[in-house]
Every structure is written in C-alpha cells, then in structure tokens.
C-alpha cells in the first residue's frame, strides 16, 4: 500500500510539474490581418500557438493561470483596428521595430531605426494620433546630430499622457564609439 501511494504521490508531482512549466510557457498568438505565413510576420516572435490545443484543456489551463494570479483577466479576444505605416516608407527601415503607447490609448510613438534619412541606419521615430477610429502621422522625430549608425528610434518610450517622447540611439557615438545617446522629444 505504501508503495502505491509513493508512486501516486510522485505520478502527481510530475503531473504538477509538467502542467505548471506549459502554463509558464503559454502565450496566445496575435497576427496581423494581413500577415503573410511565416514567423517573422507574427506580431509576438516568442510566443506557443494554443489554438490547436483542445479547448476544453485551454480552457483549464485558462482558468489555473487566473486563480494562480499569473495571468490577469482581459479582453476575450483582440480584434486588429487599425494598421499604421510610415507616410515615407522605404526598404528595410524597420518601421515598427519599437513601439510606445500613451495610456489612454491615443498616442503612438514607433520606431524606425535603420531609416536611412541622415546616412545609412541613422533612424527615426514617428509620432500619430487617433482621432476617433482613425490614426494619422502627425510627425516625424530625428536626432538634432542624427549620423549614420545611429539606429535612433531602436528603443522608444513615451509618458502616459503621450506628451513626452524618449527615444533611444545606443550606437550614437558622440562619446567614443556606440557611447549611445537617449533624446528627449
């Protein structure tokens, strides 16, 4: 009986073990409407794809992650609303590389670090607003002494109520090479 009831125990242990690392890992996919179909496209690059997964089992592993605190309640589902691109778009600039967005949801601030404005990958970051369901450009944001190399915009955060943008370049070499500099906009 007693050796029954090891084997039980550690059966469950594995069990808890196995069940715990999937929740860990488990992520849901969301991709653009007009992704193409291969990884790069995704707009999440770690991510575990559940919608094969049986539901009744996502549904559980769901549920665990809530009453563990490890994932917090939202949306059902996100649906895309809008899809925003630079109005001078060119090969290879990485728009979208980096993204910030002002809490009430009306700000945007996206990054484009191998724009090629100011030399080969001097970057950008561009600045749009909503109003209402629309979305427009509403600047374009270079280094004062954008050079090449630069990758300005390669890392962008902007304040809550979007008015405040700060913009990385971290190869900036005002200092001695790849010194780095961070702007304030």
Not at 29 to 50: F, K, N
Not at 59 to 77: N, R, T, Y
Not at 158 to 181: E, M, N, P, Q, V
Request: overall charge negative.
């Amino acid at each position: 009986m007693s050796y029954l009831r090891f084997f039980t125990r550690k059966f469950v242990l594995a069990v808890l073990v196995l069940t715990v690392a999937l929740m860990l890992s488990l992520t849901s996919v969301i991709t653009a409407q007009d992704a193409e179909s291969h990884r790069d496209q995704r707009l999440g690059s770690h991510t575990t794809d559940l919608t094969n997964l049986d539901p009744a089992l996502r549904s559980a592993f769901h549920e665990a992650l809530l009453a563990d605190g490890l994932m917090q309640p939202g949306p059902a589902s996100l649906t895309q609303q809008a899809k925003l691109t630079a109005a001078d778009a060119a090969f290879n600039d990485e728009f979208g590389f980096s993204v910030a967005l002002s809490s009430d949801g009306g700000t945007a601030l996206i990054g484009a670090y191998l724009d090629d404005d100011f030399g080969f990958d001097s970057g950008s970051a561009y600045v749009f607003v909503r109003s209402g369901s629309t979305w427009s450009q509403q600047a374009k944001l270079t280094a004062a002494d954008a050079a090449a190399v630069d990758v300005f915009g390669e890392a962008v955060a902007l304040s809550s109520d979007g008015g405040t943008a700060l913009i990385g370049a971290r190869l900036d070499d005002d200092f001695g090479t790849a010194s780095g500099s961070a702007y304030v906009f």
